[in-house]
């Protein structure tokens, strides 16, 4: 059983088209896992300069639900406004862990980041460049509950060494099968008890 949260990335510093493979790959994940209260749950939303999630790990109780979701994220989930805030998806991981908390061991906690640029740019105020809070603290607060985070760099203007530092696993994909490719991998390695870089 698994407790799953992907946080895709829907800012303008990545193309739509790039947006849409990310949700349709992801859509794999759902034949390879059982989805249900009794077990693996999931929770999926976006982000921009701010966190696009709804419900919690509770939320989509069917493979349907699932469905559903991912149709809503293909159709109405881009929205192409400036920024990164990886920092709001952290938050919203502990808001929601307070409603559904996260099932202890044997039982994994998986965090899958879509992320296409720095956590340090997209924030302009007057011309100047703000950036965003780092979300590293808040990330290892998260792995001390268990929670695994792989995360994946989306094009040349990603900051791997960011994405390093928040993350168990993480990698860089600059095309559409790569993509596939690293998210096959990924749930390939979602059944096992220790991950596999």
């Known amino acids: 059983m ?16 790039m947006y849409y493979a990310t949700v349709g790959a ?24 701010i966190s696009h999630f709804s419900g919690d790990l509770n939320t989509l109780d069917t493979f349907e639900a699932y469905q559903n979701k991912l149709a809503d994220l293909f159709s109405l989930g881009y929205t192409g406004i400036n920024g990164n805030n990886i920092q709001s998806v952290m938050d919203y991981i502990v808001l929601q862990n307070n409603s559904a908390p996260f099932r202890p061991a044997p039982v994994r906690k998986f965090l899958m980041l879509l992320s296409s640029q720095g956590w340090d740019k997209g924030n302009v105020s007057e011309g100047k460049e703000n950036g965003f809070s780092d979300p590293a603290p808040a990330a290892r607060n998260l792995h001390k509950l268990g929670l695994e985070t792989f995360a994946i760099g989306l094009g040349t203007s990603a900051n791997m060494t960011q994405l390093n530092a928040i993350a168990k696993c993480s990698t860089q994909v600059n095309d559409q099968n790569e993509l596939t490719s690293t998210i096959s991998q990924i749930i390939s390695l979602l059944c096992g008890s220790i991950p596999i870089c």
Not at 28 to 47: E, F, K, P, Q, V
Request: hydrophobic content about 40%.
């Open 26 to 49: 992801v859509n794999t994940i759902g034949n390879a896992i059982s989805i249900g209260h009794d077990h693996s749950r999931i929770l999926l939303g976006t982000y921009d300069a």
């Open 2 to 17: 698994l407790d799953v949260i992907i946080a895709f990335d829907s800012s303008g510093s990545i193309s739509d088209e």
